[in-house]
C-alpha cells in the first residue's frame, strides 16, 4: 500500500478532514507520516509595520496546526514528524513530498478561489497535476470513511 505520506495542512476544515484521514492511513498502512506547513510570505511588503505584523500572525497560525496535528496524531496513536517551512505553498509542499519520497500526498479540498486562483487554478489542482505521487483531496466530513 503506502509507506510514506504527506499531509499539508493549511488549517482550514477540509485539511483538518485530511489530516485525520491522512493520520488513520498511516495507522492502517503502517506507513510513515510527514505532516508540513508552510508560512506564507507577505504579498507586498510596502510597509514594514504590515509585514512584521503578518510574520507574527502567520507565527501564530503555524503553532496552532501544529498543536493541533500533535493532539490528533497522539489520540489515534500515530507518530508523526511536522515540518515548517516558509514560501509558496504549492511549490514547496510538491517539492518537499518529492524529497521525501512520498508514495500519498493527502490535502484538503481547496474551498475559497481568489483572482490568482481564477486564472491559475485551485492550489489542491495545481498539486494533483505537480505532485510525483497519488494525492488524495479530502473534503470537511471525508474522514468519516475510515
Excluded at 8 to 23: F, H, P, Q, V
Excluded at 118 to 126: L, P, Y
Aim: proline residues 2%; glycine residues 6%; contains cysteine.
Amino acid at each position: 500500500m503506502f509507506r510514506r505520506i504527506v499531509h499539508a495542512n493549511d488549517g482550514s476544515e477540509n485539511s483538518l478532514s485530511a489530516l485525520r484521514a491522512a493520520i488513520d492511513l498511516a495507522r492502517l498502512a503502517e506507513a510513515t507520516l510527514d505532516v508540513i506547513l508552510v508560512a506564507e510570505s507577505f504579498p507586498n511588503p510596502g510597509l514594514i509595520a504590515e509585514a512584521v505584523e503578518h510574520d507574527a500572525a502567520e507565527r501564530r497560525r503555524i503553532q496552532r496546526r501544529k498543536t493541533i496535528a500533535e493532539r490528533v496524531a497522539q489520540r489515534r496513536g500515530v507518530k508523526i514528524a511536522i515540518h515548517v517551512f516558509a514560501g509558496h505553498p504549492v511549490e514547496r509542499i510538491v517539492q518537499f513530498a518529492f524529497e521525501q519520497g512520498a508514495d500519498l500526498l493527502v490535502i484538503g479540498a481547496t474551498e475559497h478561489v481568489d483572482l490568482w486562483e481564477r486564472i491559475f487554478g485551485r492550489r489542491s489542482d495545481r498539486m494533483t497535476h505537480q505532485a510525483s505521487c497519488s494525492v488524495l483531496i479530502v473534503r470537511e466530513g471525508g474522514h468519516d470513511a475510515f
